[in-house]
């Protein structure tokens, strides 16, 4: 037998054997990013843990609305899913989040607004009391939501592509002045490649996996442009009683105030309300002295002393000195 008719005669054999690979590896889904990992074709993610990193501000509590669903197909559950992820990119940034309904949160601003034109009577029990300070709320919506399946055969094996896309609303309220700092909206974008030999191992089905990737990666965006925001605003925290020369402040290890720290004292006056809406937007402030850091009593509240000034009195805003 000549050696050509050697080699020919050993092709079947080396067809079976490529086919064979070929099958049991292409019955096996890849994915481009995994949603575990948190891991998005635009990277925003690792963004997103760079500005965390660099985030050096108090330790805010951010309350986060349940995020509405305003898909026109009403995509299930895609509302709820937006609220879990950026609660988790929430805390991750090294935020404290609080996750609100819009009912809880209407029940608390009604009860203070009906306490500040005396229409009830604080009593024993103010209006705050029962929830965790907000300073900052997180509300959004999901406006829209779909899905793309491209399909690419090679050879004998075939493969797909499904991408997910998604489009997010939101905005960041600062809670003492009802001001949006941030109101944006941003796309979000998964892809996962799944691939079969003969159509097999390729077949598409239900993929939640889709929907929070790509809700992660327009979350992340947003949050990005949030954490940016917050490293640009100062430390505020207000006087709670004065002894004297000593001074309580709400502060605490969680504002990241330094020990020796100067701060400004500002006495408050009227507020400032928007003749449309209602709400109140800010208050007069007037500077009448300053204090310094001695020391953090926990996590919320510090000591200071009186370095100048006087009249001070509990509810006056402290500021880091600039």
Do not use: W
């Amino acid at each position: 037998m000549s050696f050509i008719s050697k080699r020919f005669k050993s092709l079947p054999l080396l067809a079976v054997s490529l086919a064979a690979g070929l099958f049991f590896s292409g019955c096996t889904p890849t994915t481009t990013g995994a949603v575990k990992e948190d891991i998005t074709r635009t990277e925003q993610t690792k963004e997103l843990k760079e500005a965390g990193l660099r985030y050096r501000g108090p330790e805010y509590n951010i309350a986060i609305l349940e995020f509405e669903n305003k898909t026109p197909a009403r995509t299930l559950g895609v509302g709820e899913a937006a609220t879990d992820i950026m609660r988790t990119i929430v805390k991750q940034a090294g935020l404290e989040p609080i996750v609100l309904t819009y009912a809880e949160l209407d029940e608390q601003q009604r009860l203070i607004e009906l306490q500040r034109s005396g229409a009830v009577k604080t009593g024993l029990k103010k209006a705050d009391e029962g929830f965790d300070p907000v300073d900052f709320r997180i509300a959004g919506s999901v406006t829209s939501y779909h899905e793309v399946e491209e399909s690419t055969d090679i050879l004998i094996g075939k493969s797909k592509k499904h991408i997910a896309r998604v489009q997010v609303d939101y905005s960041l309220v600062d809670v003492a002045t009802g001001k949006s700092l941030v109101s944006d909206s941003g796309m979000g974008e998964y892809t996962k490649i799944t691939g079969g030999l003969l159509g097999l191992g390729g077949k598409s089905t239900a993929d939640p996996g889709l929907r929070d990737g790509a809700l992660r990666d327009a979350l992340a965006k947003a949050l990005t442009s949030m954490v940016e925001k917050l490293n640009e605003m100062p430390y505020t925290g207000k006087i709670l009683e004065v002894d004297r020369n000593i001074v309580i402040i709400r502060a605490g290890t969680r504002s990241r105030v330094e020990p020796g720290t100067i701060l400004s004292v500002y006495s408050t006056g009227a507020e400032f309300v928007d003749p449309d809406t209602g709400r109140v937007i800010g208050k007069r402030e007037k500077l009448i002295g300053e204090v310094k850091l001695l020391e953090h009593q926990g996590e919320r509240i510090s000591e200071t002393e009186v370095t100048s000034g006087t009249g001070f009195k509990a509810g006056d805003v402290v500021k880091v000195k600039r």
